[in-house]
Structures are given as C-alpha cells and as structure tokens.
C-alpha cells in the first residue's frame, strides 16, 4: 500500500481517487481554494457533487490550506489534478513542503509558451519547481481516452503513463493498475503530452460540422455531416504528427491512446466539441463563450491562446511551416482574431 | 466531358452520379439484377428509392441485361459500385465488352483470400479479367470517409484515389473534383484498400461499447462508454497498422482518409456499427444476424468469413503474428465461430 496525495479535486482529480483507493492505496484528495465545497461535501456525505458519485472510504479530504497536513506522513506519489491555469499556484503550494524524491504525475493537459517555443506541463512543472529551489523532481503524466465520470463509475478505459525515465515508469506503472483502468508506459512524455493538449484544440474543429448541420438542416434525404467529421478529424491527426514531430515526439505515440485514442472520445463528448458546434453554428467565439459557456473552461480555446501567438511567430521565422497547419490556423483564426470559422478545403492536401 | 459508366445502383454507386455529373460528366447508371426496382424508380421518376433522393437530369439509367447499351459509346472510364460479393460477377459481364485501356475505379471495398494470403479487391479485378483474356486494365479504388448519402446530399468530404500508377491517377483524380468531393491521389493502393476493407471489421469492436452499455444500463452518475470505445478505436488503429504493412501497404495511410478518417465515419453510423451493438448486447452474432439484420449485408462480419481462417493459417505458419491481433481475434472468435465477444484486455499493449 502507498500513499497518494491528489492536488485538485475537480472532476479529473477526484476521479483518479477510484482507480488508486482500488488498488489499495491511502488516498488523500486536496482540493483548490476553487474546490472547497466539493471538498465540504466529500468531507459531509462522501458525494463529489460534480461527479455525482460517492468518493471511496479511504479517501481523505483536505481543503487548500492544508495541504502541509495532507503531506504527512510524507506520500508515495503525487498526483496534480489541477487546470492548467493552476499549475503555477500548485507549484508554488508543493515546493515549500516537498523533497525531490517523491514522484508527481499530471493528470492536467496543456502547452506552455516558452523560448519562442511550446514546453510540456512536466516540464513546466519541473523547471517552476527547481526555481524554488526544489531541483530534479521525476515527473511523469498520464494521457490517453478519460472521461472522469466513467473512470469514478469504474467503467473500463486504457491510458499511457509518460516519462523519459524507464524507472520511475517502473515505479508508478504498477501503482496504478485495477481491473478496470489499464495503464501502460511509454518513454515518449513529449508525444504523449503534445497530443494531450492538442487534442483539445483540434476538437473545437471536428466539434464544427455538429454546428453547421444545425445551422443548415439536414439534408432532403435526411444525411447529416459524418463524412466531414472524418474529415477533419483526419486532418487534425495530420497536424498533431507534424506538432508532435517539431516537439520532439515520436509519431507512434499518435497513432496510439494518447493521440487518435483520447482524440476520439473528446470528439464525442464534453466542452471543446460543444464549443466547436457553437462555431459551426455561426457564432463567432466572443458570442459563443459570452454567453453560451461563459462559466466553463474550455481547454481546446485557452490552448489556442498559447499556441496561436506561437505558431506565428514560429510561421514566420520559417521554423514551422504554415502549410502544414491548415486546419490550426483556421482555429486560431476563429479564436484569438474571433473571425467567422471556415474549412480552408484548398489547403488540405 | 468525358463519359463515365456506374455498374452498381446501390446506394454508393447511385451516390457517385452525383460528384460523376457535377464535374461535368455523361453518367451512365448500371444497375445489377438485384438492383431492378431502383433503376425502373430512377426511370421513372428520377428518385433513387434507397438514397431518397433525384439522381442528376444527365445521368442515364440502365438494367444489367443493357450492359453492352451502356458501354456504347464507349466511355472513359468504369466506376464499380457492386458489393465485394459481386465482384466477380461485374468481371464476368464487363470481360466480353471492354478493352483493356479503359481504366476502372473500385467504390467496392474488401479482401479475398488468395493464395495464402489476402488479396486487394483492384487485384482481384484485374487478375480475374486477365483470366477472361482482358489483360493489364488499369485498376484505381476509391478510399477514404464516404456515407452515400451525404455524397447524394453533396455535404463535403474528402476522399483518397489509390493505384500504384502515377499516370493513372493524374488521369482520374482531375475527372472526379467538385466543390464538396474533395479528392487527393494516393499510390499505396495496397495501404488504402486494405484499411478500407478492415475499418468495417474493426468497427464491429467499436461498435460493442453501446451495446455493452445498453445491457449494463447508464452508471449511477449518468456515465457512458465512451473511453471504452475510445480504447477499442486505438486498437483497431494499431491492428490496422500491422495489418498494412504486413500485406505491403505503408503506414501514412493509416493515419489518413483511408485509415482513422474512414474508421471514424464507420464507427459514428452504419451496419458495421449496429452489428457491433447487437454484440455487445450479449447477443451471439448468428442470433444478431438472423433476427436483427437479416436482410442487410454486413461488410464487416463477410470479411471476419475471409480473413478468419486466412489469418488462422497465417498465424499458426507463424508469418503473422498472433499478439499484434488481439482485438481481430476476438472479432473473429464471435463471427466465425459464433462465441460471445468479450475484450481481451490482457492480450492488448
């Protein structure tokens, strides 16, 4: 039995408290100072109100301000379930109160701008950690298809843990394993992490068609737009091998769980798909975020922030080529300009 | 304008009179004995009964027995819209009539077992119209997202046009382009048709998760499937790959149209995808089959009868390797030999 320490008890955090109580961990569960009731209502009823299901027994709720008691005894693992926009906060909580040799894995998703270049969150995480003076923290990540509320209802999924280090995958692979979460490793932290955040992106984009059917109707023969989801979806995959490529990454980690795997279930469900509609709709972003998901995050548009300013500057000091990103740009198009979403056909190739 | 002969009034071949006419073409519809009653519809009244829509002013409609009509003049270019079970039919007609310089395009997807091995439906064209004395007629296919009847609606998609001749598709890709079929050359007309053929078998696995959902009910937190499916896609991709290459296709392709794009449309709707369903319902596949779907072909489940015992030999001649096939296995365990279909999360990697 280990110790797991989870930081954020979103719906991601507190979902990943089924598979590590399950398999027979001591589980501490932390939230955000953006969590507390949820953390008020695990530690009243045991039930997270946005999974809507109750936590396992062993998992021990803490509220922000203590997170210093939640890490003693000192912990096995921790786990970062935190937003994005969270991860400079959550390094700053962890570093005054860890040592360098307790593994973190990320369950966040995203890109950082740095360098004139794009960094992976274990990265961030490890560089911001060593500012403060805690230095060589082994990171790992987690990446492939999780929809929280069906990991908290234990139904089956399979993921990629990532990490440059084959030993500290070792370490963490065989932590994590039950019956129903099936967790392989992978030395490629780069690809995996790259397609993680990407994916998000390229869902506003296969989100579209769901949007611009609603907007022209079905067809007299009743046809709807799955040939153009394909499409695009297919189009997306083209550029995330060719992002993942100019990282560092390795194409196979594309074709695989962390890639074609998690970029199918996003284009199934959940926020940037909805966004993505609403622009196939007709909105422009500013309308749609205002006022039809003006309280949500939506990862796929905050990434577009990061990367869109990026990709330009690396378009035109020749480092990326804009060819090969038809589809990007057209997303950062309707993001960050707010311009009307279009297909760029004769770009595709 | 060049003219262009259809043989199949099925729901794909009666489609491609749409992209056929648009681009400017004299469209010939041929319909085979099965298809009677679509092409006296289309005589009639114009409406294609399965695609519920009216066919183009310029397209022509003929029954199988006015082939030689058809064929006179004689066109620039034979479209095969038959069933992979009427192939060899379509060579038997087509044999006494053509001359070996016009070209034909497959819309026909599957695999025959040849030899020891599968052979690509273009092959089997070719060689079975050699045996009739019609030698070297250049063969293309069609691969990629394609539901007919979005292509009947002309709602967008983009499709890859695939034979190992450069000249060849230099003279058909430019014959088919219209504003909403986008269409792109491929030499690896071995990758796409072999992925074309096996998106249907593979979207039988896809296809479970919903059934399985059905049969389990939704989770008490209103949690469905969807990493499941998700999982079970990325699999499909990564036996796909295997598969492609061992029959001497090359991996871009998997990753394209032909691949991820044409998988993803077959695992949103269709045949393949229902049948899937019924599996993962608990049903056995000859229950499924005889009380569920009776009267509609599944491409996915006659190909599981072709390559079933051909990938058995395969494996056991050890030229083939059983572990990178998990998921086929499982596939064709519940078609072929009628068990209950059940994931092999063990044998997956």
């Not at 598979?19 to 530690?43: C, M, N």
């Not at 440059?164 to 370490?171: D, I, M, N, V, Y």
């Amino acid at each position: 039995m280990a110790g797991i320490l989870i930081l954020g008890a979103g719906a991601m955090g507190s979902a990943f408290c089924f598979p590590a109580a399950d398999a027979g961990h001591s589980v501490r569960l932390v939230g955000t100072h953006l969590d507390l009731e949820w953390i008020y209502s695990v530690r009243e009823t045991g039930v997270h109100p946005k999974l809507k299901m109750k936590l396992p027994g062993q998992v021990l709720p803490f509220t922000h301000d203590q997170l210093s008691e939640a890490l003693s005894p000192a912990c096995d693992l921790i786990v970062l379930g935190v937003s994005s926009a969270g991860i400079p906060w959550a390094v700053e909580q962890l570093a005054p109160l860890i040592s360098n040799t307790t593994p973190i894995l990320l369950l966040t998703k995203g890109l950082q701008a740095r360098d004139n270049t794009l960094q992976i969150l274990p990265d961030s995480v490890r560089d911001g950690l060593a500012g403060h003076g805690v230095k060589n923290v082994p990171v790992a990540a987690v990446a492939g298809p999780c929809i929280a509320s069906e990991l908290a209802a234990r139904r089956h999924t399979s993921v990629v843990v990532g990490s440059s280090e084959a030993t500290l995958l070792g370490s963490i692979v065989p932590l994590l394993a039950t019956p129903y979460y099936h967790v392989r490793p992978s030395t490629d932290v780069v690809g995996i992490e790259v397609c993680a955040a990407l994916k998000n992106f390229y869902a506003l984009a296969v989100g579209y068609p769901a949007g611009l059917l609603a907007r022209q109707g079905k067809a007299g023969n009743g046809a709807l737009m799955h040939n153009l989801a394909a499409t695009l979806f297919a189009q997306a995959l083209a550029e995330m091998t060719q992002a993942v490529s100019f990282l560092g990454g390795r194409q196979t980690s594309v074709m695989g769980l962390a890639g074609v795997g998690d970029l199918y279930v996003t284009c199934q469900a959940g926020r940037n798909s909805r966004m993505g509609c609403l622009l196939g709709s007709g909105l422009r972003y500013s309308d749609a975020k205002t006022n039809h998901m003006a309280d949500e995050t939506v990862e796929g548009a905050e990434l577009a922030f990061v990367i869109g300013p990026t990709f330009d500057r690396l378009f035109r000091q020749g480092r990326l080529d804009p060819k090969a990103f038809p589809l990007a740009t057209a997303i950062i198009d309707a993001i960050c300009h707010d311009l009307p979403m279009e297909i760029p056909w004769a770009a595709f190739h």
